[in-house]
């Protein structure tokens, strides 16, 4: 049995809140951290809540097979999750890994390591996403089309979840509620 459990959606799906609930509630989570290509936002940092490379670099790493799982999401950006970070988490018996992940890396993680429970935060519609989007600003109308179309992707993909938890809009706390009983069950 692994302490790990991956935790995915589409972009404005909502699952970095639930992490961030699960954690203010004072479950035993450590975070899995994701290596991505994409600029740093207001408030983050290296580490935290990725570290952050360059594409030549990011490449090189996939070339050196130091990464678990890797994707493109995009069509311009890479996230993945190196092996030592994930033997890190696995490391800390005490812990519950939470791996945040796109479908595509769900889809490799369930062929070699199908221990791992894998939930997908979804939205109640496409529609909600897109209003989502918009409230965070800083995407431009491009930026927020082309999440609207892979989001549309990651949701044929439903199949590959072991749970998937409808995030309605106003509603997180039962969100979260229902994410904390999955982990209980699978802990």
């Given amino acids: 049995m692994s ?17 961030d609930k699960l954690v203010e509630r004072g479950l035993p989570i450590e975070r899995v951290i994701t290596t991505v290509t994409r600029p740093m936002r207001p408030g983050e940092s290296e580490g935290q809540p990725y570290h952050f490379t360059t594409p030549e670099k990011f490449q090189a790493m996939i070339a050196n097979q130091e990464l678990a799982e890797w994707a493109q999401v995009d069509n311009e950006r890479y ?8 033997s890190r988490v696995e490391n800390l018996k005490d812990r519950i890994g939470i791996w945040k992940i796109e479908w595509k890396g769900v889809e490799t993680i369930k062929k070699s390591r199908p221990e791992i429970k894998a939930i997908l935060i979804a939205p109640p519609s496409i529609d909600v996403l897109v209003e989502r989007s ?15 179309v892979y989001s549309q992707e990651f949701l044929q993909h439903k199949y590959l979840y072991d749970y998937v938890v409808v995030n309605e809009e106003n509603k997180l706390d039962q969100t ?12």
């Fill in 3 to 19: 302490n790990l459990a991956i935790i995915s959606g589409p972009s404005g799906s909502g699952k970095d809140a639930v992490i």
């Fill in 79 to 86: 996230y993945g999750v190196t092996k030592t970070e994930l």
């Fill in 134 to 148: 918009k409230k965070r600003g800083a995407q431009t109308q491009e930026e927020i089309q082309n999440r609207i």
């Fill in 176 to 187: 979260v509620e229902q994410v904390i009983d999955i982990i209980n069950k699978i802990s």
